[in-house]
């Protein structure tokens, strides 16, 4: 079993995976402190009950994904522990009113696929496993990423992430 508990890296892991050139230790907020602060202030539990676990089988393709409503849209997001905030592609930023059109793309950072401009926005609303998780910063990625990523700050939400059996579980 292998258990993602809080606090996770503090380190925009984000950045170092992707080679980001411009994200600071300032640019993502503390995980542990906020996933604190955010549990007691902006929690609110949707009928899922709190330590009921959300139980995600293990894809195909050996990733998990999780289907979260971020601003009242269904998104489909590719767990990622080693992203320290979410990543939306361009489109499902559009899709959740993030208007990518008027984001400046002032940052950058270095995919698979190449060079892609990226830029900060904040989500009203995330709902995931039974959380109502409410101003969540997000990155978006113009171009050169396939999936939305669910990253740290959203895991952080959580008592506890595990995987075991093929199964990752969020408490």
Do not use: K
């Not at 289907?67 to 522990?81: E, H, S």
């Amino acid at each position: 079993m292998i258990d993602i508990t809080p606090p996770l890296m503090l380190l925009p892991a984000f950045a170092l995976l992707l080679g980001c050139t411009d994200v600071t230790p300032d640019d993502v907020a503390p995980v542990r402190a906020n996933a604190v602060i955010a549990a007691s202030a902006q929690s609110v539990e949707t009928g899922i009950a709190a330590n009921a676990p959300h139980a995600v089988d293990r894809e195909r393709d050996g990733l998990f994904y999780v289907n979260a409503t971020i601003n009242g849209q269904r998104l489909r997001m590719l767990v990622d522990t080693g992203a320290s905030v979410m990543v939306l592609t361009a489109a499902d930023a559009r899709l959740v009113g993030a208007a990518p059109e008027t984001i400046n793309y002032d940052r950058s950072v270095e995919t698979v696929g190449g060079s892609a401009a990226m830029a900060w926005t904040t989500l009203s609303r995330v709902e995931l496993a039974g959380r109502d998780i409410r101003n969540v910063r997000a990155a978006v990625v113009r171009e050169g990423l396939g999936v939305s990523l669910l990253g740290q700050n959203m895991l952080a939400q959580f008592h506890s992430v595990t995987i075991s059996a093929g199964q990752l579980s969020l408490r």
